[in-house]
């Protein structure tokens, strides 16, 4: 499947809630979102059939994420169900790892993948101001267990942002000794994070810290530290995404950085998005959207294959440094 601008697009990010066991401050209000019902949000079957339909597109790839994926009942079982689907290669989720201790053999059973696990700092304090709810032993054990159960790789994402002056060495290093796979992203404004400062924590575009800055910040402290630098790694983790990656001599794991606003990477976009309501969304960055849930509940499978061919068509080229969207993350699925 090739969209107008003749980026193969093979990959669908699909939300399978808006709800979250954390309310990380630059995805979610304190309280919660406003929380869909449960007949606005796509039902595992309906969800099912969208993949079976896209795949018959030629979409091979599914990252199932949220807000927490892990919180949707019945995440298992879409997971066994998907990966029988003819076409699609892999099954991926993005998760704040905290269901991971619980559920991670089951899901490995099921035929997931691998998992990218979200941790912004190692700093229990600032992990507790981050994400409002959350304790970061637990999002810690959830990386313990995704690596017992042997997903590969196990990426962990972190999500930079200057005023909270994060410990960018320590979480460079995790990549040393086990086969983890730090990756840096840069904050991105989206939704009504940018007006939102909290306990000295801003959130607009003078948080973003550009990756080559980032780089070099690593890099000098690890000389502080008496350590090698960061060089081009040789092999990328599987499913490489739109990351640069980095390691360090000997290390068994990698070091990427995502750079949405300093470096565009819409050149080499592969994906549509599914929100947990049912809209297809061309472009993560753009307000457009597509109803697909119309389609799945009273319509032929043609009729679902129609709106993703009319939401590819509506891919735009780039995202023209446009940031700051109608809903937050936790709403689109991140
Ligand atoms: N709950 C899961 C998790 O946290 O991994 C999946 C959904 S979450 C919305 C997916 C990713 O989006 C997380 O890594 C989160 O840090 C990231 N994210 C949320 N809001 C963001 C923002 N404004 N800029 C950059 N990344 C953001
Ligand atoms: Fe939840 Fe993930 Fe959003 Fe944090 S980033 S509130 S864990 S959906």
């Known amino acids: 499947m090739k969209d107008s601008h003749g980026r193969v697009i093979d990959y669908l990010r699909i939300s399978l809630t808006d709800r979250c066991n954390f309310r990380c401050i630059y995805c979610m209000p304190e309280d919660g979102v406003c929380q869909l019902s449960h007949e606005d949000i796509l039902s ?117 942002v200057r005023s909270l002056d994060q410990d960018f060495l320590e979480f460079a290093k995790l ?20 007006s939102t400062g909290i306990n000295g924590v801003g959130w607009g575009k003078q948080d973003v810290i550009p990756s080559d800055e980032l780089l070099q910040i690593i890099n000098e402290r690890a000389a502080r530290a008496g350590m090698p630098a960061l060089k081009p790694a040789d092999d990328k983790p599987v499913g490489w995404g739109p990351a640069k990656y980095y390691e360090f001599p000997g290390a068994k794991g990698t070091v990427g950085f995502i750079s949405p606003l300093s470096r565009h990477f819409c050149a080499e ?50 995202h023209h440094d446009k940031v700051g969207t109608e809903r937050s993350m936790s709403a689109i699925g991140g």
Do not use: W, Y
Request: aromatic residues 4%.
């Open 175 to 194: 990549s040393v000794d086990r086969p983890l796979h730090v990756r840096f992203i840069e904050f991105m404004p989206i939704g009504d994070s940018e």
């Open 44 to 160: 595992l079957e309906e969800i099912e059939r969208l993949i079976r339909v896209a795949a018959s597109l030629g979409i091979k790839s599914v990252r199932l994420t949220g807000g927490e994926p892990l919180v949707r009942k019945g995440v298992t079982s879409l997971v066994e169900a998907v990966t029988s689907i003819h076409g699609i290669q892999n099954v991926s989720m993005t998760t704040n790892g905290v269901l991971l201790p619980q559920m991670a053999d089951d899901l490995k059973r099921a035929g997931l993948s691998r998992v990218n696990i979200s941790l912004d700092t190692l700093d229990a304090e600032k992990f507790h101001l981050v994400t409002r709810v959350g304790k970061l032993e637990d999002t810690l054990a959830g990386i313990d267990a995704a690596l017992e159960v042997g997903f590969n790789p196990v990426k962990v994402n972190a999500v930079t």
């Open 269 to 318: 976009c592969n994906r549509l998005r599914i929100t947990a309501d049912g809209k297809v969304r061309p472009c993560l960055f753009s307000d457009n959207e597509f109803d697909i849930r119309e389609a799945l509940r009273n319509g032929s499978d043609d009729d679902v294959r129609d709106i993703l061919l009319m939401a590819l068509g509506a891919k735009p080229d780039e």
